[in-house]
């Protein structure tokens, strides 16, 4: 197959004719309906010869940026002695990587089963939770995404899951960073408590200081599970490993995905405190994923984690932080009508506009100036803003002019 051949005259037509007519018709809209044809650091380049920073990150997959030479690398000497791995047997990259996260999560977290995808992940924390509680009651926040497995789903907002009822009961949700509203809401039927550090697709929302040490009380004094999801927030996003370790809090159980499949093998973990080992010590079988942990995988992980706890890589992001603060300051004092708050945790940016209106123009006005940035689909008013880990200063002043130009247009736009 001549691959560069395909993506750049056929791919297009049978994208739309194979896989999704109305993802098409949503990518020719915001400006997205390119297919990329080669993705290398922080660059897509699609297939009309156009070149853009990818400030999605799909969500931090793409920590180290695309197709890291290092993590290649990895993965090609992973398979020199390993493949996925049989599931039902021990594993010793397993072992490995579960030790390693153990060394790496706060506090006494010890175990960890492996998955694929961060809702598979989410759903074992909950099944964990109801088995460990014999509690139906599982509580999230409004605006709050964990995926869109069954559980994870039921967790999230009505957008995502009104068409596909009768889901399984007992979820509730209130507003994130409201601890009245949660006290309110937990009781004696309560299994868990489960929230992003940092809720990512509701528009990067910045919890107030004494949100999650209350969760921690909270879940103390009524014997919940506190879940952490860390899919998006985790892995160096926000310059510390862990986005929870600000808060001084140790969950019950963290919940990871993304990143750690360092972009080239899929990875995801749910890690837990020993007293929640209880259950899987009676049912040791009860949960199994056959492609979870995969031990080729396993290796990637440990060397996404080798990369990401080093102590000047973290000070690096939170730097970069700095310089896209000051740039997004700037521009909010030259644009007031159309900026009203700009959210920044490291590398974790929302940028809150004045309007719903304005996410999608933006979204739209980025792509035309070589930036892939979206707004969140939980909250429109919101941009998300997650480049690569890995950008330059060069990088970050190429984003911070787009924007400009950007800002410059809706102005004009809306004039
Ligand atoms: C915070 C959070 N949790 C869980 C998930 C689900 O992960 P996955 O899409 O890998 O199932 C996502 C996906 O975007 C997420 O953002």
Redesign the pocket.
């Known amino acids: 197959m001549d691959w560069e051949k395909y993506l750049r005259e056929e791919a297009l037509t049978d994208y739309e004719k194979y896989v999704s007519p109305g993802k098409l018709r949503t990518y020719r809209f915001l400006g997205f309906d390119f297919i990329p044809v080669k993705n290398e650091g922080v660059w897509i380049h699609d297939h009309k010869g156009r070149k853009y920073v990818n400030c999605r990150s799909s969500?931090g997959v793409f920590n180290f940026g695309h197709r890291p030479q290092e993590l290649i690398d990895e993965l090609e000497k992973a398979l020199e002695l390993f493949d996925i791995g049989d599931h039902l047997l021990m594993s010793g990259a397993r072992a490995a990587l579960a030790k390693k996260l153990a060394e790496l999560t706060p506090g006494d977290i010890q175990y960890t089963v492996f998955g694929?995808?961060?809702?598979?992940?989410?759903d074992l924390a909950i099944k964990l939770s109801r088995a460990h509680t014999s509690r139906p009651k599982v509580i999230s926040a409004f605006g709050?995404?964990?995926?869109?497995?069954g559980f994870?789903l039921a967790t999230g907002d009505e957008d995502f899951k009104k068409y596909f009822g009768p889901l399984a009961p007992g979820f509730v949700q209130v507003p994130f960073g409201d601890l009245k509203a949660l006290e309110k809401e937990m009781d004696e039927t309560t299994a868990a408590v489960i929230f992003?550090t940092i809720?990512?697709?509701y528009g990067i929302k910045i919890p107030p200081a004494d949100f999650f040490p209350g969760v921690r009380k909270l879940c103390d004094q009524r014997g919940a599970v506190m879940i952490d999801?860390e899919?998006?927030?985790g892995l160096g996003r926000t310059g510390r490993l862990w986005a929870i370790e600000e808060y001084d809090v140790v969950p019950d159980i963290m919940?990871m995905?993304?990143g750690l499949s360092g972009a080239v093998y899929p990875m995801?973990a749910t890690c837990f405190r020993p007293f929640l080992n209880k259950f899987f010590e009676e049912h040791p079988f009860i949960h199994v994923s056959t492609m979870g942990g995969s031990e080729v995988g396993c290796l990637v992980t440990l060397k996404v984690l080798e990369l990401t706890g080093k102590p000047e890589f973290l000070a690096a992001v939170r730097k970069k932080s700095e310089l896209f603060a000051k740039g997004l300051a700037e521009l909010k004092g030259k644009h007031p009508k159309l900026v009203r708050e700009n959210r920044c945790k490291g590398l974790m940016i929302g940028i809150g506009m004045a309007d719903a209106k304005y996410g999608p123009l933006l979204t739209m006005a980025l792509a035309k100036n070589g930036v892939i940035a979206l707004f969140a689909h939980n909250d429109p008013s919101a941009m998300i803003i997650m480049p690569p880990l890995i950008i330059s200063e060069a990088e970050i002043a190429f984003v911070l002019e787009a924007l400009e130009k950007s800002f410059s247009e809706l102005e004009n736009f809306s004039a």
Do not use: L
């Not at 694929?116 to 989410?122: P, R, S, T």
């Not at 709050?144 to 497995?149: A, V």
């Open positions: 969500g694929v995808g961060g809702g598979e992940a989410v709050g995404y964990h995926g869109h497995t994870a992003e809720p990512a697709t999801d899919v998006q927030a919940v995905g993304k995801s």
